[in-house]
């Protein structure tokens, strides 16, 4: 069973909309979060990261975490064609000095006009 | 900054054959990984190494084969390749530590006929 869970697989949202996406975590040793973007054809980039309980902004996108139910969230408003991507969540801190991360499967995002 | 590259870019082999796969990056970074991304779908970790000669199984292990010979360069070998396996191998690193980001490369794309 894969360890972290994005919901949903794909969603489609009018330009100038909301966008929000759910990761839920079932290894209860992580302790980080991060979500990465992926542009079709490319590869994934880091676009925010978050490591404590509550909330966190940088610019259109806002993430939170619930570090008791290991589920966190990424928002973007005023969806821009550009923000068409694979979403992907990931988790870390199991331990040792790895950084190992644990990817979920995705959210495919595509903004429409 | 830095860069991290992966050669080659596209990579056609046969059923049973061995083939590698090369990754180098200049950021002096501890760890490197290899993951798998199969079309549309989230990273899946092969090998990972946290320091020159280190190497350390993921989930997906089998089936391959790794190689860190020095701090820069993390080498991947498919030990036989499957009839139509079709998937793009990422390399990745990042300074030791689970708060540390991961950097990707762009890629190797294999085609197995």
């Known amino acids: 069973q894969q360890k972290v869970q994005q919901s949903p697989e794909s969603l489609i949202v009018p330009e100038g909309g909301m966008a929000s996406l759910n990761c839920t975590s079932s290894?209860?040793?992580?302790?980080y979060f991060w979500w990465y973007r992926q542009h079709s054809g490319k590869s994934p980039k880091m676009l925010m990261?978050?490591?404590?309980?509550g909330e966190k902004e940088e610019g259109r996108f806002t993430v939170h975490l619930n570090k008791a139910s290991l589920h966190t969230s990424l928002h973007i408003r005023d969806s821009q064609p550009s923000d068409s991507a694979l979403y992907l969540c990931?988790?870390?801190?199991?331990?040792?000095?790895?950084?190992?991360?644990?990817f979920g499967e995705g959210t495919q995002v595509t903004v429409i006009s | 900054g830095g860069i991290i590259t992966q050669t080659p870019k596209f990579l056609i082999g046969q059923e049973g054959q061995k083939l590698t796969l090369k990754c180098q990056q200049n950021?002096?970074?501890?760890?490197m990984y290899w993951y798998r991304q199969d079309s549309g779908k989230g990273l899946r970790l092969i090998y990972y190494?946290?320091?020159?000669?280190?190497?350390q199984k993921g989930d997906l292990s089998e089936g391959y084969d790794a190689s860190r010979e020095k701090k820069s360069s993390f080498s991947l070998t498919v030990t036989s390749a499957q009839k139509n396996e079709m998937a793009v191998f990422l390399c990745?690193?990042?300074?030791?530590?689970?708060?540390?980001?991961?950097?990707f490369g762009p890629g190797t794309r294999l085609l197995v006929l």
């Open positions: 990745a690193s990042s300074m030791q530590g689970d708060q540390d980001t991961q950097y």
């Open positions: 290894d209860r040793n992580v302790d």
């Open positions: 990261s978050i490591f404590s309980n």
């Open positions: 990931a988790a870390s801190g199991t331990g040792g000095l790895s950084g190992k991360l644990t």
């Open positions: 950021f002096n970074h501890d760890t």
């Open positions: 190494s946290i320091t020159e000669n280190d190497l």
